[in-house]
Nanobody, 127 residues
Framework: QVQLVESGGGLIQAGGSLRLSCAFS????????LAWFRQAPGQEREFVSA????????YYGDSVKGRFTISRDNAKNMVYLQMNSLEPEDTAVYYC????????????????????WGQGTRVTVSS
């Protein structure tokens, strides 16, 4: 059984930085593509970023390109989201997700395929 636990959220002023972490427990971490999604109050869950099993392919939503960086440490079963130049519009609950059957060498950028989800970590950016 796969479990994902996010950490690193909090309250931060606009322009600041945060690093979110996601700890993966279960088998075959290398088989999974991993992603971050976020959901603001009253809005649908939104794709933020994804990374292939090797880390060689990375994907970003348009609203975070150039500000956020996804990475993974396959030795530690961890995935990270470095968030810089934070804006009030980035306020949301951020979820880590794992796809057990990603396209070869790639990662999906929609909800479909992500079978495992963490509980989320809240990020609040004040203006």
């Amino acid at each position: 059984q796969v479990q994902l636990v996010e950490s690193g959220g909090g309250l931060i002023q606009a322009g600041g930085s945060l690093r979110l972490s996601c700890a993966f427990s279960g088998r075959s971490f290398l088989s999974y593509a991993l992603a971050w999604f976020r959901q603001a109050p009253g809005q649908e869950r939104e794709f933020v970023s994804a990374i292939s099993w090797s880390g060689g392919s990375q994907y970003y939503g348009d609203s975070v390109k150039g500000r956020f960086t996804i990475s993974r440490d396959n030795a530690k079963n961890m995935v990270y989201l470095q968030m810089n130049s934070l804006e009030p519009e980035d306020t949301a609950v951020y979820y880590c997700a794992a796809d057990p059957a990603p396209p070869m060498g790639m990662a999906r950028t929609s909800l479909r395929g992500y079978d495992y989800w963490g509980q989320g970590t809240r990020v609040t950016v004040s203006s």
